[in-house]
């Protein structure tokens, strides 16, 4: 893997660590607020109903337009965001910071990882590009939890929002001269950009791109339904365990760390397991630690399976992004990942809501079993020959 850090993923260890640093202190927020568990559900769903409608439109925007102005506007849009519960508290302003801060987010990722496709020309390529870009997004999810956590408890959590927004607005700056490269770019067509197809009315039209991308799309929407139900659930689980927000943070940071250790692993894996073994293990792993967080309460044994899940997840994640990018069609990369993109998003409004009110029969340890299940059942259906990617290089 080559030293050179690319800028766009400096400007995604910068703004995940912004975002992802305020993602376990939402429901400790929402708790210290009044809100129960059950519309803790709400509130993470909130984070992406907005991005549903959006993702696979802004897609074919980037394809037509590039990436740096997407990138530039949900930057700020992400960081105003997050800045919204220092300066509009109570739960009206946690919801609307949810909100915004969603809708910034899901723009700036997608923008972020069709920029990081398109860094290379070659399917073994693209897989490093993807993995230094994927470092980056894995060592903001390590940082942000751990300043997030310690701000909290010593400044309260309006000061950490706004601490956190800090290094969300500095990956503005990483992003600036993607804008002039578009506009270049631009300028050397003449200025014209091509129009939108008026089939983009029926966005499912991406599955027909290639057979196995419904199944890629599957992929994502699992670990990003593992991933954000232990980022709603885990912190409430473990404050009832009697642990503190700052050492909640640091778990958090930790499962996020396993992402960071498997960043270095993963293509030697895939060079010796293959695409499909890894993806399948990983994703099952994971849903194994679901199944297991209900039977331990101790700080060692919930760190411990909290770092194993995120290596399951960590692994898994970079991996999805790189299969969508190799299955698309080179022209419409953009489109097929705003589509999948807007797929995760629609599982982040559906299984919050699903969560929460599972909650009026059950505890919390029924949530995790619930995605152990749907996780481990999921992972069945997985398997995409390793062939079918040649066409996307």
Known sequence: MSLRIPPIAVAAFL????????????????????????????????????????????GVWMDH???GRALLASGLVGALGLALPAFLPGRAGLYVSQLICGSGFTI???????????????????????????????????????LGGLAAERLGYAMAFLLLTVPALAAVGFVLH????????????????????????????????HPYLGRAVLISSLILMGKDIYIAYFPVYALEAGLGASLIGTIV???????????????PLVRHLGKNRVIVLSIAVAAACFAALPLVSAVWALALVSLIMG???????????????????????????GFRLACNRFTQVVTPLAAGGLL????????????AVMMGVGSTRLAIPEEAEGGGA
């Not at 950009?193 to 599955?207: G, K």
């Not at 009026?360 to 619930?370: L, N």
Request: charged share 15%; with cysteine.
């Open 15 to 58: 703004f995940f660590c912004g975002v992802m640093g305020t993602r376990p202190l939402v429901p400790l927020l929402a708790l210290d607020l009044g809100i129960g568990a059950g519309e803790i559900g709400v509130l993470v769903a909130v984070f992406a109903i907005i991005p549903l409608a959006l993702a696979s439109r802004a």
């Open 65 to 67: 337009h590039g990436t």
């Open 108 to 146: 700036f990722v997608l923008a972020a990882q069709n920029q990081a496709g398109r860094l290379a020309k070659t399917i073994w390529d693209r897989e490093r590009s993807i993995a230094v870009f994927s470092m980056g997004v894995a060592l903001g999810g390590l940082a942000g939890p751990l």
């Open 178 to 209: 993607f804008v002039a490269d578009d506009r270049e770019a631009e300028a050397a067509s003449g200025g014209r950009a091509l129009t939108p197809p008026p089939s983009l009315r029926t966005p499912l039209r991406v599955l027909g791109y």
């Open 253 to 267: 940071a930790l499962h996020n760390g396993g992402g960071v250790v498997m960043r270095f692993a993963m293509l």
């Open 311 to 337: 290596m399951g997840l960590g692994v898994g994640q970079p991996l999805s992004i790189s299969r969508t990018i190799n299955l698309s069609p080179a022209d419409k990369v953009g489109e097929v990942l």
């Open 360 to 371: 009026a029969f059950s505890a919390v340890p029924g949530v995790f079993v619930a995605i």
